[in-house]
């Protein structure tokens, strides 16, 4: 198997969940209900919001969702006509929320830099917001890195559909075979082996399952372990100098 691109999942993956998200859904929900505590408290129970732990249930739709998921859910508890004008006004909160917060997991810049040192093409296939994408790794120090970056905005649907990922296979002339996508939750893996894709799984987010190796082709713990990887399966690509050779046939005198 060789590796020509790796396609990285966002949230759960190079960025931490809780941390980031937590908090920043809740300033978000502050400002969307405009300070008015019945409309808060609508908004956490629809999210499934902890509020004392400043976090998500992993049963929450914000967790692998995105805001066309959870938009008319958060239009109901606000009792707004659910309309683009919400999903934008969500999004565009999100992003500076999403940024005042934002935790990495590992070190993003320097993984990800080795990563394309490498020669892969890398991409980034999120449920976010393509718009968030772009401003997360570029406060990451790690855009210039990305040939790719979509989010559930960007035209090509939101995993668990492959969409996202074919659209990549497409646009880069790649065969699946060639390309792993890099992820946290069954949304990820579900988009990987419906593209065709290799599906790598990583345990640092919020929604693992216990039979998250089953859907996945391996399950490693942090992105952080990807070069590893990839040198494993190097190394297993070469013969090996102990592999038997037949004795050469020397004519009989």
Known sequence: MTIRAILLDKDGTFVDFDRTWGPAAFRVMLRMAKGDRAGIERLMAVSHFDEAAMRFHPTSPLVAGSAAD???????????????AVTDEMEALFVEEGLAGLTPIGDPAGAIGALKARGLTLGVVTNDSEKGARHQTARLGIDH???????????????????????FLDAFGMRPHEVAMIGDSLHDMHAARAAGVVAVGVTS??????????HADVVLPSFMELGGWLD?????AQ???FAKVSPSLTPSS
């Open 70 to 84: 959870y938009g008319p859910l958060w239009a109901e508890a606000l009792e707004l006509p659910f309309s683009s």
């Open 145 to 167: 890195h990305f040939d790719y970056i979509v989010g559930w905005d960007s035209g090509h649907g939101r995993k668990p559909a492959p969409g996202q990922i074919t659209a």
């Open 205 to 214: 987010g919020p929604l693992v399952p216990d039979d998250f190796h089953l």
């Open 232 to 236: 494993g399966l190097a190394a297993a």
């Open 239 to 241: 013969p090996s100098p």
